[in-house]
């Protein structure tokens, strides 16, 4: 008997609900030899070409009586188990895009040096010593910016991590208060120097942190004769401990530049300024550094935060003996906040034309070509490797790639500023129109949420049927916000043809 797939509002909840094992027991205890972990990965990751091949080929949705891979599912030990036979019919029957290129390449030139693809690692916990780099290589990861060298080893605290997580098993906010590598800088200098040898295919930016212009030039020169490709300065960390470093420097232009003259002193390699969010307009800085040296810009570092309060004894996370501090904010709640950033350099004359290593927020395929619209030429990444692996690398590559290829692409270089023209000036934007909601009866399920929140936090624009139970428009009050489709739950109301004001 066939399975029968789940639809596509009941597959995300079984989506965010799977717990993304570790060498996956549903794959283990499948005994056809299938792999429903690698799709409803795929399908976690927005990688739905990828999800429904691999379902297709899989043949599980013709259906399996013994079922064993929800048998060995440990959600099963939470509440129950994740219903993946019927994800494997739902991803089974998505339909594949017409392909109109076959020859994609994810080749990519950044600051004169080629990249395999446009995935690297971020500075960071992610990419600290020899042994994780290469791991993340091995699996297909094009470079890593290696976590921030100095000459000094910080005292670091314990806990130093906290979350805000949604309503699945993920986490959309992230805060750290770690500083830079806790390793000794000859230690460091070997890691580059091992992973260059081993690896000369892949592009290692070395990120630094100087304490004066002397160590700033003494760091770059160490660097560079380890061999790293780039050097990132990282005039951004949100928490370092002393004045004059991080986030502090990325807010002082003349600081920035001061530094990037001193990094240029003690290389020839491609230079990357790396930026603080915490400040109104990153364009200042990033001018000062292209003026004193570097070769192009890394966007966005952590935004200073206070993740929480707890109610209970009025501490915040993460508690170190009961007490925190401020500290760097990541996750795919960021995103927004780094493309408008990009866009704001992007969108600067003296700026327009710069290389930018973009970051903040990435946690699929999707969001990374969001950044590559936007104009950027490379990207890192972190907080969705400490979630969920190196693995993740598989469906950034496939999703962009199939991307690519259905829009008839060959390189996600023709991807790279196409969304820039579509963002101008809010009093650029057509004021002498309206789009009308337009509500599906079919499909609403007669909820009210859009009545809600339309009497309660818009323009009272709709009403309730008696007939029914289910929203009516009310033409005169409606002003085309579109909260109601933004609210509505199952995409019932969508926008009607755009009309001119009378």
């Not at 699996?139 to 997580?165: L, N, Q």
């Not at 309060?309 to 995103?335: E, H």
């Not at 129109?433 to 309660?456: A, E, F, M, T």
Request: hydrophobic residues 40%; neutral net charge; aromatic residues 6%.
């Amino acid at each position: 008997m066939q399975e029968k797939a789940l639809n596509k509002y009941s597959a995300k909840n079984e989506i965010e609900g799977c717990l993304l094992c570790y060498d996956a027991p549903c794959t283990k205890g499948c005994p056809h030899g299938l792999d429903p972990a690698k799709v409803i990965r795929s399908l976690r990751f927005k990688n739905l070409s990828g999800a429904a091949e691999a379902a297709k080929a899989s043949q599980c949705s013709n259906g399996c009586v013994e079922k064993k891979c929800m048998a060995a599912c440990l959600k099963g030990k939470i509440d129950r188990v994740v219903a993946i036979p019927g994800l494997m019919a739902y991803a089974a029957q998505l339909e594949i895009p017409e392909i109109k290129s076959k020859a994609v390449d994810l080749k990519m030139t950044f600051c004169g040096v080629e990249c395999e693809n446009p995935f690297f690692l971020s500075s960071s916990i992610v990419a600290s010593n020899y042994e994780m780099v290469a791991k993340a290589f091995e699996m297909g990861w094009a470079g890593a910016a290696f976590k921030t060298i100095g000459t000094f080893i910080p005292e670091e605290t314990s806990p130093r991590f906290a979350t805000i997580r949604d309503e699945g098993n993920s986490f959309i906010g992230f805060k750290n208060i770690e500083q830079i590598s806790d390793h000794p800088l000859e230690e460091n200098l070997d890691y580059l120097r091992q992973l260059k040898k081993d690896y000369p295919q892949k592009v290692i930016i070395a990120s630094i942190l100087g304490q004066n212009e002397a160590e700033w030039t003494y760091l770059a020169q160490q660097v560079t004769e380890a061999g790293a490709d780039i050097i990132e300065c990282n005039f951004s960390c949100p928490h370092m401990s002393g004045d004059g470093l991080g986030a502090d420097v990325g807010q002082n232009p003349e600081l920035v530049a001061l530094y990037t003259a001193a990094t240029r002193l003690g290389t020839d390699r491609p230079i990357l300024a790396k930026m603080t969010p915490n400040l109104g307009h990153m364009e200042l800085p990033a001018i000062a550094a292209m003026k004193a040296g570097a070769t192009g810009i890394a966007a966005i570092n952590t935004i200073k935060s206070i993740m929480n309060i707890d109610l209970d004894d009025f501490g915040s996370g993460p508690k170190v003996d009961g007490k925190s501090s401020v500290g760097g904010y990541s996750g795919k709640t960021v995103k927004p906040i780094a493309l408008r950033f990009i866009y704001d350099m992007k969108n600067h004359e003296k700026l327009k034309d710069v290389p930018i290593s973009g970051m903040g927020g990435i946690d699929t395929w999707y969001d990374a070509a969001e950044f590559l619209a936007l104009g950027c030429t490379n990207l890192q990444i972190t907080t969705s490797v400490m979630q969920y692996g190196y693995r993740i690398i598989d469906d950034l590559k496939e999703g962009l790639a199939n991307y690519l290829m259905e829009k008839g692409f060959h390189s996600p270089q023709e991807l790279v500023g196409l969304a820039l023209p579509n963002l101008v000036p809010v009093n650029q934007l057509d004021h002498h129109s309206v789009v009308y909601p337009k509500i599906d009866k079919n499909k609403c399920l007669g909820c009210g949420r859009c009545y809600l929140s339309c009497y309660d936090g818009g323009h009272q624009a709709l009403k309730i049927s008696e007939a029914d139970g289910k929203p009516q428009l009310i033409a005169k009050l409606c002003v085309g916000c579109q909260l109601c489709a933004n609210i509505c739950p199952v995409e019932a109301i969508s926008e009607a043809k755009r009309v001119a004001i009378k």
